[in-house]
T-cell receptor, first 115, second 113 residues
């Protein structure tokens, strides 16, 4: 069964450093998403991406964040100048369509720890 | 805006007990509703969904019915197993071109043998 994959599974970084989180969505999907889950809190939407551009973003997704689909398979989230409060589990998701009924399939997540 | 209110956890049950995890929502229009499950050390997996009023989603013995009149989507299972121990998230997705999933806070379920 096709699945979303994410690398690395864990990332530890120093405050102020840049990190890139990588995702490989399901191959025939066209819509891509990033969510995060701060420990003990709810899963929060960050950004959605379609046709090589951002289609929606939350207030969390400020200039510190960027997304890119550098090739036909990878989808990346870059966090510049990381802060302590960026420590969280980051989930990538993909879907076949943007309609409400369509399921978003999630990857296993990258746990980011900023020291 | 859209929101999901989920039963606070943690919930601890004995094996073979009946499970209910409450979920209510606020949304404009007619959203689609989802239950996702997160097993220890793993990511989010879709458990079941319902896309219109009175639909019942079901999977692995779990069920949830989309109740528009009470804006609810409660998760139920008749006889839980130790392997059902996980965190359960209720979520909605609007049908007004808003692509994101809005999640509840999650309910941690522990089943004791």
């Amino acid at each position: 069964e096709p699945e979303v994959t994410q690398t690395p599974s864990h990332q530890v970084t120093q405050m102020g450093q840049e990190v890139i989180l990588r995702c490989v969505p399901i191959s025939n999907h066209l819509y891509f998403y990033w969510y995060r889950q701060i420990l003990g809190q709810k899963v929060e939407f960050l950004v959605s991406f379609y046709n090589n551009e951002i289609s929606e973003k939350s207030e969390i997704f400020d200039d510190q964040f960027s997304v890119e689909r550098p090739d036909g398979s990878n989808f990346t989230l870059k966090i510049r100048s990381t802060k302590l409060e960026d420590s969280a589990m980051y989930f990538c998701a993909s879907s076949d369509d943007r309609v409400a009924q369509e399921t978003q399939y999630f990857g296993p997540g990258t746990r980011l720890l900023v020291l | 805006g859209n929101s999901v209110t989920q039963m606070e956890g943690p919930v601890t049950l004995s094996e073979e007990a009946f499970l209910t995890i409450n979920c209510t929502y606020t949304a404009t229009g007619y959203p689609s509703l989802f239950w996702y499950v997160q097993y220890p050390g793993e990511g989010l997996q879709l458990l079941l969904k319902a896309t219109k009023a009175d639909d019942k989603g079901s999977n692995k013995g779990f069920e949830a019915t989309y109740r528009k009149e009470t804006t609810s989507f409660h998760l139920e299972k008749g006889s839980v197993q130790v392997s059902d121990s996980a965190v359960y998230f209720c979520a909605l997705r609007s049908n007004f071109g808003n692509e994101k999933l809005t999640f509840g806070t999650g309910t941690r379920l522990t089943i004791i043998p």
